[in-house]
């Protein structure tokens, strides 16, 4: 497995060994002692899978406190935008973002450590998301910050006017947001 750090360096960009042939292709997507030779130890507890269609915008989702959620993320079907905005007051990275694309066709994985806030936007006709996360769904805990955020500035490449929850429409401005130490 390939290692190469983001923007933020804390973000990691992993890209499989792929073995094809005729038939198909294979790959690990995870293997713990793998990753821990890489230096990346996280204890999943938990496995998402979450379709969307173009334009649909998740995020940018977290949990505080002590529910910190760090997250492997690929797309096994199509193709994502996926931005990781920093919430740690102690980084010297704090209220910056990476951006990168996912898709199934360069079977590339992120991973987003706890302290970040996470999302995407579909930039194909769909995308089938899966990720592994380091904690559990823990809803008082659950946290938005917007995604338009003037003082972020991320440039989604959206075709027209993004698909969102309610709860992605009202997320909370960096300046207000809940932050990590």
């Given at each position: 497995m390939k290692l190469s750090r983001a923007a933020i360096p804390d973000i990691v960009l992993l890209e499989p060994r792929v073995i094809g042939d005729a038939r198909g292709f294979f790959f690990e997507s995870w293997n713990r002692h793998t990753l821990a030779e890489l230096g990346l130890v996280a204890d999943f507890v938990q496995d998402n899978h979450s379709r969307s269609v173009r334009n649909v915008l998740r995020g940018l989702h977290y949990q505080a406190g002590e529910h910190a959620q760090g997250k492997l993320i690929r797309v096994i079907d199509g193709e994502i935008y996926d931005v990781a905005v920093d919430l740690r007051r102690s980084s010297p990275t704090f209220g910056r973002w990476a951006a990168f694309t996912l898709s199934a066709d360069?079977?590339?994985?992120?991973?987003?450590?706890?302290?970040?806030?996470?999302?995407?936007?579909?930039?194909?006709?769909?995308?089938?998301?899966?990720y592994k996360v380091t904690?559990?769904?823990?809803?008082?805990?659950?946290?938005?910050?917007?995604?338009?955020?003037?003082?972020?500035?991320?440039?989604?490449?959206?075709?027209?006017?993004?698909?969102?929850?309610?709860?992605?429409?009202?997320?909370?401005?960096?300046?207000?947001?809940?932050?990590y130490p």
């Amino acid at each position: 497995m390939k290692l190469s750090r983001a923007a933020i360096p804390d973000i990691v960009l992993l890209e499989p060994r792929v073995i094809g042939d005729a038939r198909g292709f294979f790959f690990e997507s995870w293997n713990r002692h793998t990753l821990a030779e890489l230096g990346l130890v996280a204890d999943f507890v938990q496995d998402n899978h979450s379709r969307s269609v173009r334009n649909v915008l998740r995020g940018l989702h977290y949990q505080a406190g002590e529910h910190a959620q760090g997250k492997l993320i690929r797309v096994i079907d199509g193709e994502i935008y996926d931005v990781a905005v920093d919430l740690r007051r102690s980084s010297p990275t704090f209220g910056r973002w990476a951006a990168f694309t996912l898709s199934a066709d360069n079977r590339s994985m992120a991973w987003i450590p706890p302290g970040f806030a996470h999302g995407y936007c579909v930039t194909a006709d769909a995308a089938d998301v899966l990720y592994k996360v380091t904690g559990y769904w823990h809803p008082e805990s659950e946290r938005t910050l917007a995604w338009n955020d003037p003082d972020l500035a991320i440039p989604w490449p959206l075709a027209g006017p993004p698909v969102l929850s309610a709860k992605d429409a009202a997320g909370t401005r960096l300046a207000d947001a809940e932050t990590y130490p």
